[in-house]
């Protein structure tokens, strides 16, 4: 008698989770991300990185460690996700072009650097508050609150709470409007009051004497 063969699994590929094993929630550069998301569509959540930028890195991650641009990023294991955050770190080491960070030529640097998360914020409140140490005109527009990039302040770029128009106000207000001229409204001063169910009709007024004949 042949022997019966014993069924054969496959073998998980080295590398990648199973599906039970992805994570929901990942931290990556500071931010927590969804895990069913795909490399691109991850990155787009990361601030400093814009769509643009966010594929040319998923398309560094695919060339130069294997990653699939269609793998979520819930999949990946700590080897994978920290070559991506050194891709996220520094892009320029990996080939993205210059025109695509977002802090070039760096006065404390001497060189092109790209910032994300809460490191550009915190660079972009240190450049505020050096054109305000400097009392440049930048500097004084900012100390106040204004716009500094030549826009209309007038009617835009007020803070402060704004006093709105109610509905009812509005539809109160179309109503006058589109009442005639001539038609008075109840209750106004000197509009005659309705003359009450059979009451009788207010007298005449006697006609003036004539004056005698000469």
Known sequence: ????????TPKPQEGKPKASEA???????????????????????????????????????????????????????????????????EPGKFGVPTYMLNRRKEPGVGGDVHVVGTDLTVAIKQDMDSTIKLQSWVGFRRQYGQKVRGQRTRS???????????????????KK?????????EGAPGAAAPAAAGAAPAAAAPAPAAPPAK
């Open 1 to 8: 008698m042949a022997q019966e063969q014993k069924p054969t």
């Open 156 to 174: 835009t770029g007020r803070t402060g709470e704004t006093v709105g128009v109610t509905k009812k106000r509005i539809q109160e207000e179309a």
């Open 23 to 89: 994570q929901n929630i990942v931290r990556i550069a500071g931010r927590d991300i969804n895990g069913k998301y795909t490399i691109a569509a991850a990155l787009r959540h990361i601030k400093g990185i814009s769509h643009n930028l966010a594929s040319a890195m998923a398309l560094i991650a695919d060339r130069q460690f294997g990653i699939a641009e269609s793998t979520s990023i819930g999949s990946l294991d700590e080897a994978r996700l920290e070559k991506l955050e050194t891709i996220i770190k």
């Open 177 to 185: 409007s589109r009442a005639p001229a001539g038609e008075k409204k």
